[in-house]
C-alpha cells in the first residue's frame, strides 16, 4: 500500500492570540477578552494538516533553544511528524507571531521570523533524501527563499511534485517559479505575483498570468483560492471554478495552511488536480469552525463529515 510521502520546509512558530473588540489605534490601549498560546506557522501547520490526513511527513525547519522550541518539537512529535531534520538554533530564538482576532473572526498578525529565516541551503543538502523520496515538496515564504530554492532544485531532479503556498506575499525570483508545479495564492497574493487586481472569481486572466510565470511542463497549476467564493483551478488542460463549502466561522486563522497541507496529501496519495483542489476545498472550511491555527487543521473523520 502506497503511503503518501510529504516534507514540508518552513516555519515553526508560536503564536500569542488575543481576543479583542477590535484592534486599538495609534497610541490606544484596550482591554482584550481572551489570551491564547498556540503552536503555529505556516510550515508547521501545514505539515500537522497533511499529519492529520494520513501523510507521512517530514519537516525540515528551525526552532530556538527555548521553551517554544521545546513546545513545538513535542507537538510534530505527538503529530508523528519526523523531526530529524529540525535544526535547534542555540544563536536566534523560536519564531513567534501575534495574533488579535476580532469578533467576526478576522484577524491581524505580526510575525518575528527569528530561528526561522536562519534555514540554510546547507540545511536543505543535509535533508536531501527526504525531499528526493517525497511525493511531494510543500513550501511557502516564511522562511528564507534561497533554501527553498535549493529544497525545489532537488525535488525537480528526483520528480517530486514542488508545491508553493506564496504567502505572505511578496515578489518571487523566477529562478523559483521556474521550479514550481502548483502555487496556491490568494487574491492578494496573486495581486503581488501577477501585477494584477484580483477581485471576482472571474479572474482568469490572473491566474493565467502566473501559470506562465511557472513552469511550462509537468503540472504547472496556479490554484487561486478565494474565500467564501470558492477556488479558481487553472490548469493546463482545463479551468474550474470550484465553490466554498459553506460553515459557520469562527476563526479563519489556518484555513489556508490546512488547504495546502490537504492538496499536498491528496496529491502525494495520487488524486489528480481537480480531485485534490475539492478535498483541500473541504479542509480550509473545516479549519474555519476550529479557534487556533494548529487545532483547527481537520482529521480524517473531520473531512469525511464535511465532504458528505
Same mark, same amino acid.
Given at each position: 500500500?502506497?503511503?503518501?510521502?510529504?516534507?514540508?520546509?518552513?516555519?515553526?512558530?508560536?503564536?500569542?492570540?488575543?481576543?479583542? @473588540?477590535?484592534?486599538?489605534?495609534?497610541? @490606544?490601549?484596550?482591554?482584550? *477578552?481572551?489570551?491564547?498560546?498556540?503552536? #503555529?506557522?505556516?510550515?508547521?501547520?501545514?505539515?500537522?494538516?497533511?499529519?492529520?490526513?494520513?501523510?507521512?511527513?517530514?519537516?525540515?525547519?528551525?526552532?530556538?533553544?527555548?521553551?517554544?522550541?521545546?513546545?513545538?518539537?513535542?507537538?510534530?512529535?505527538?503529530?508523528?511528524?519526523?523531526?530529524?531534520?529540525?535544526?535547534?538554533?542555540?544563536?536566534?530564538?523560536?519564531?513567534? $507571531?501575534?495574533?488579535?482576532? *476580532? +469578533? &467576526?473572526?478576522?484577524? =491581524?498578525?505580526?510575525?518575528?521570523?527569528?530561528?526561522?529565516?536562519?534555514?540554510? +541551503?546547507?540545511?536543505?543538502?543535509?535533508?536531501?533524501?527526504?525531499? %528526493?523520496? $517525497?511525493?511531494?515538496?510543500?513550501?511557502?515564504? @516564511?522562511?528564507?527563499?534561497? !533554501?527553498? /530554492?535549493?529544497?525545489?532544485?532537488?525535488?525537480?531532479?528526483?520528480?517530486?511534485?514542488?508545491?508553493?503556498?506564496? !504567502?505572505?506575499?511578496?515578489?518571487?525570483?523566477?529562478?523559483?517559479?521556474?521550479?514550481? &508545479?502548483?502555487?496556491? +495564492?490568494?487574491?492578494?497574493?496573486?495581486?503581488?505575483? =501577477?501585477?494584477?487586481?484580483?477581485?471576482?472569481?472571474?479572474?482568469?486572466?490572473? $491566474?493565467?498570468?502566473?501559470?506562465?510565470?511557472?513552469? /511550462?511542463? #509537468?503540472? =504547472?497549476?496556479?490554484?487561486?483560492?478565494?474565500? *467564501?467564493?470558492?477556488?479558481?483551478?487553472?490548469?493546463?488542460?482545463?479551468?474550474?471554478?470550484? +465553490?466554498?463549502?459553506?460553515?459557520?466561522?469562527?476563526?479563519?486563522?489556518?484555513?489556508?495552511?490546512?488547504? =495546502?497541507?490537504?492538496?499536498?496529501?491528496?496529491?502525494?496519495?495520487?488524486?489528480?488536480?481537480?480531485?485534490?483542489?475539492?478535498?483541500?476545498?473541504? %479542509?480550509?472550511?473545516?479549519?474555519?469552525?476550529?479557534?487556533? %491555527?494548529?487545532?483547527?487543521?481537520?482529521?480524517?473523520?473531520?473531512?469525511?463529515?464535511?465532504?458528505?
Amino acid at each position: 500500500m502506497h503511503h503518501p510521502k510529504v516534507t514540508v520546509v518552513g516555519s515553526a512558530n508560536v503564536d500569542l492570540v488575543i481576543r479583542a @473588540e477590535r484592534m486599538p489605534n495609534k497610541g @490606544e490601549t484596550l482591554i482584550g *477578552e481572551a489570551f491564547d498560546i498556540f503552536t #503555529g506557522g505556516k510550515g508547521f501547520n501545514q505539515a500537522t494538516a497533511a499529519a492529520r490526513l494520513g501523510a507521512e511527513v517530514t519537516f525540515i525547519g528551525r526552532i530556538g533553544e527555548d521553551a517554544f522550541g521545546e513546545m513545538l518539537r513535542s507537538a510534530m512529535e505527538s503529530e508523528q511528524i519526523d523531526t530529524r531534520y529540525v535544526k535547534i538554533d542555540a544563536d536566534n530564538g523560536t519564531g513567534i $507571531a501575534t495574533i488579535v482576532v *476580532e +469578533p &467576526d473572526g478576522d484577524n =491581524s498578525i505580526i510575525v518575528v521570523p527569528r530561528a526561522n529565516m536562519c534555514i540554510t +541551503p546547507t540545511d536543505i543538502d543535509a535533508a536531501g533524501d527526504s525531499i %528526493a523520496n $517525497a511525493d511531494v515538496l510543500l513550501l511557502q515564504l @516564511e522562511t528564507p527563499i534561497d !533554501a527553498s /530554492q535549493r529544497a525545489a532544485e532537488i525535488a525537480r531532479q528526483n520528480g517530486t511534485i514542488v508545491l508553493l503556498d506564496p !504567502a505572505p506575499a511578496r515578489q518571487l525570483p523566477v529562478d523559483l517559479l521556474k521550479k514550481i &508545479d502548483i502555487l496556491t +495564492p490568494n487574491a492578494s497574493e496573486a495581486t503581488v505575483l =501577477s501585477g494584477q487586481e484580483v477581485s471576482t472569481p472571474d479572474s482568469i486572466t490572473t $491566474a493565467k498570468t502566473m501559470q506562465k510565470q511557472i513552469n /511550462q511542463d #509537468g503540472l =504547472s497549476s496556479v490554484v487561486l483560492t478565494l474565500g *467564501e467564493q470558492g477556488v479558481l483551478l487553472c490548469a493546463p488542460t482545463e479551468t474550474e471554478h470550484i +465553490p466554498a463549502i459553506p460553515v459557520d466561522v469562527i476563526d479563519t486563522t489556518g484555513a489556508g495552511d490546512a488547504f =495546502s497541507g490537504a492538496l499536498a496529501t491528496a496529491l502525494a496519495n495520487g488524486n489528480n488536480i481537480t480531485e485534490s483542489v475539492r478535498y483541500a476545498t473541504a %479542509a480550509g472550511a473545516a479549519a474555519c469552525t476550529v479557534l487556533g %491555527a494548529t487545532p483547527s487543521m481537520p482529521t480524517q473523520e473531520k473531512l469525511k463529515a464535511i465532504l458528505q
